[in-house]
């Protein structure tokens, strides 16, 4: 297991940026797959963005050419970074880990909030 701390959210105009930064303490970061998932004002929980132990990633359609994930090993820190928001991209943002032997996300951060205003 790792613990997950994020930071970075807060409040941004439309069409500008922020970066998210997700801190991982525990065994063997590098072997787990990480991801960002965000969840609005009464919707489900949806997958953001996702990045493998070897450095694949994906996205989710509403986020393509304007999110990116990253993942520094040596820092044990997985990163985000947003451009051209949008009001819909308002929700609370988790960090999430997956360790290489499971198929689901074991390991939950405390949320960060984003909220762009238009």
């Known amino acids: 297991q790792v613990q997950l701390v994020e930071s970075g959210g807060g409040l941004v105009q439309a069409g500008g940026s922020l970066r998210l930064s997700c801190a991982a303490s525990?065994?063997?970061?590098?072997?787990?797959?990480m991801a960002w998932f965000r969840q609005a004002p009464g919707k489900q929980r949806e997958l953001v963005a996702a990045?493998?132990?070897?450095?694949?990633?994906n996205y989710a359609d509403s986020v393509k050419g304007r999110f990116t994930i990253s993942r520094d090993n040596a820092k044990t820190t997985v990163y985000r970074q947003m451009n051209s928001l949008k009001p819909e991209d308002t929700a609370v943002y988790y960090c999430?880990?997956?360790?290489?032997?499971?198929?689901?996300?074991?390991?939950w951060g405390q949320g960060t909030q984003v909220t762009v205003s238009s």
């Open positions: 999430a880990a997956r360790a290489s032997y499971r198929d689901y996300y074991g390991s």
């Open positions: 525990g065994r063997s970061f590098s072997n787990y797959a």
């Open positions: 990045i493998t132990s070897g450095g694949s990633r």
